[in-house]
């Protein structure tokens, strides 16, 4: 098992930034990929980002790219995504993930209980 748990979710005004982390416990965190979901209300999950188990590959939804930074640090078993010039439609719930990488969600077996983010117009 690993336990995953969100922080750094908040309100933030549109061009605004924020960084959340996620903290994982439990099994070796550096056999996992990692991931980065979010949901809107009244929408799907849908993938954010994914970095690799050593951090040497990422990939970015296109609604992301440039925008958001995916990175992790094996050492304190912790996964970051840095959101710069956020807009209201990166409002959602942010979901931290485990397994085995890319942006299927079915890849990943584990999930943290999610932060809120809030863009404001």
């Known amino acids: 098992q690993v336990q995953l748990v969100e922080a750094g979710g908040g309100l933030v005004q549109a061009g605004g930034s924020l960084r959340l982390s996620c903290a994982a416990s439990?099994?070796?965190?550096?056999?996992?990929?990692m991931g980065w979901f979010r949901q809107a209300p009244g929408k799907e999950r849908e993938f954010v980002a994914a970095?690799?188990?050593?951090?040497?590959?990422?990939s970015y939804a296109d609604s992301v790219k440039g925008r958001f930074t995916i990175s992790r640090d094996n050492a304190k078993n912790t996964v970051s995504l840095q959101m710069n010039s956020l807009k209201p439609e990166d409002t959602a719930v942010y979901y931290c993930?485990?397994?085995?990488?890319?942006?299927?969600?079915?890849?990943?077996?584990?999930w943290g209980p999610g932060t809120q983010v809030t863009v404001s117009s």
């Open positions: 970095i690799s188990e050593s951090g040497g590959s990422r």
């Open positions: 993930a485990a397994g085995r990488g890319a942006s299927i969600r079915r890849n990943y077996e584990y």
């Open positions: 439990g099994r070796t965190f550096s056999n996992y990929a």
